[in-house]
C-alpha cells in the first residue's frame, strides 16, 4: 500500500514536499514514480527513482530543476520536493510503485503496478 501526503494549498513561489510511505517489505527493492493529474487531463509524469541498486532519477524536462525526487529506505517512504510552484502545478499527485523497475519506461503510468490515493496540490497565484 502507498499512501501519499503532504498536499495542500500554497501560494505562488513556495516549496512544498510530498512524502509517500510504502508498506510491505524489500523496499529497497522497489522503483518509484510520481504522477499528477489536473482536472480534465490525463496522467502525466513529474518524477522517477530507480530501487536501491539503481538509484538513477528521471524528471519530466518541464519540472527539471524544480522538483526533486529521494527516498529514504529507513522509513519506507519517497519525498517529492517541489520549489518555485507555480499555478499550473495545482494537481493530484500520485506515486506508484514497481518492482525493480517500471515495466517498459519510468515515464508511462502504465509500467507501474502500485498506486496511491493521491494527494491534492493547489498553487494560488
Known amino acids: 500500500e502507498l499512501v501519499e501526503s503532504g498536499g495542500g494549498l500554497v501560494q505562488a513561489g513556495d516549496s512544498l514536499r510530498l512524502s509517500c510511505a510504502a508498506s510491505g517489505r524489500a523496499f529497497n527493492t522497489w522503483a518509484l514514480g510520481w504522477f499528477r493529474q489536473a482536472p480534465g487531463q490525463e496522467r502525466k509524469f513529474v518524477a522517477g527513482i530507480g530501487w536501491s541498486g539503481n538509484n538513477v532519477t528521471y524528471y519530466a524536462d518541464s519540472l527539471k530543476g524544480r522538483f526533486t525526487i529521494s527516498r529514504d529506505n529507513a522509513k519506507n517512504t519517497v519525498y517529492l520536493q517541489m520549489s518555485a510552484m507555480k499555478p499550473e502545478d495545482t494537481a493530484v499527485y500520485y506515486c506508484?510503485?514497481?518492482?525493480?523497475?517500471?515495466?517498459?519506461?519510468?515515464?508511462?503510468?502504465?509500467?507501474?503496478?502500485?498506486w496511491g490515493q493521491g494527494t491534492q496540490v493547489t498553487v494560488s497565484s
Open positions: 506508484a510503485a514497481n518492482q525493480w523497475s517500471p515495466a517498459g519506461s519510468y515515464y508511462a503510468a502504465v509500467g507501474y503496478a502500485f
